[in-house]
């Protein structure tokens, strides 16, 4: 698994060579593109794209994936919706995203990556219950256009969204029934919503998993999250990665930590989880062999 360890890069810094530098020099392997210099990574130029990627394959990395915010809109302006972190990117229509999508599967092909995140869209009320035809005709028409161009889609469960948990992400990608989506899992999120993202939220997406995000967090006794470094809040890594090895998973493992400790900056709280994911790891039988 250390082997397959990156970051995303906004995570260390928005200064994206300083986040390379970061990642060579602490042993990861690949980056994750969500926002560069204040700027989501779909504002990117061609050439600002080419750059960062001789940059990173300078340092012995690779472009693991697109985090674009694709999805993350309202299915109807006029309903009310819960609304989270676009990252640097305004609330634009859904016809606007997928025009959004188009220029994330061109600049992956810059990157030389065919992997790009995706959302459900802003959170309705009973999402699954009142709207999943209308999320999955979008999903699917955006599997098509993906499976047409050779990418793979990778849809996250994020509690603003309304795949906001692994049942109802799991749920909307079998749905869409297409090769070209699956699931990117976040069990870090799905302690953020307060579900136990194990057992319960593995067992719902194992069988449609392709990437797996990383953090981790404790609730306060009024239930409000506070990101901390991996290994000191309430996600059960080992019994997570035990049984990911277990089940033969071989895909990619990402930090996204959220964490900055108190006086300290984003780097910092990505080392400090980078150590205690490290720490968890060695506790491991299957990284001991």
């Known amino acids: 698994m250390r082997d397959r360890l990156g970051v995303i890069t906004d995570e260390v810094s928005s200064d994206v060579l300083a986040a390379l530098d970061f990642a060579a020099v602490r042993g990861l392997k690949h980056v994750e593109l969500r926002s560069i210099d204040s700027r989501n990574v ?14 990173a394959e300078s340092r012995g990395l690779f472009i693991s994936c697109v985090a674009s915010p694709v999805f993350k809109c309202a299915l109807d302006a006029s309903r009310p919706v819960a609304e989270g972190d676009r990252f640097n990117q305004e609330e634009r229509s859904p016809a606007e995203h997928f025009a959004m999508l188009e220029r994330a599967m061109d600049l992956a092909e810059r990157f030389g990556t065919n992997r790009i995140r995706i959302f459900s869209f802003w959170r309705e009320t009973e999402p699954i219950e009142r709207f999943e035809a209308e999320i999955v005709g979008h999903l699917s028409r955006a599997a098509k256009l993906a499976e047409a161009r050779g990418m793979l889609l990778l849809l996250e469960n994020e509690p603003s969204c309304n795949g906001g ?3 109802e992400v799991a749920r909307l990608t079998a749905a869409v029934q297409s090769p070209a989506l699956r699931v990117l899992w976040d069990p870090g999120n799905e302690q953020y919503g307060n579900r136990p993202s194990f057992p319960d939220g593995h067992a719902a997406i194992r069988r449609l998993l392709a990437h797996v995000h990383l953090k981790d967090v404790v609730l306060d006794a009024a239930g409000k999250p506070r990101a901390v470094p991996i290994g000191s809040g309430d996600v059960p890594y ?23 400790p108190e006086g300290g900056t984003a780097m910092d709280g990505t080392a400090m989880a980078l150590e205690g994911l490290l ?11």
């Open 42 to 55: 779909l504002a990117l130029s061609d050439a600002e794209a080419d750059r960062i990627r001789a940059e």
């Open 165 to 167: 948990f692994a049942a």
């Open 238 to 260: 080992e019994a997570h990665f035990q049984a990911l090895t277990d089940e033969g998973y071989t895909g990619l493992f990402t930090l996204e930590t959220h964490y900055v």
């Open 279 to 289: 720490a968890v790891l060695g506790r491991l039988p299957s990284e001991k062999r």
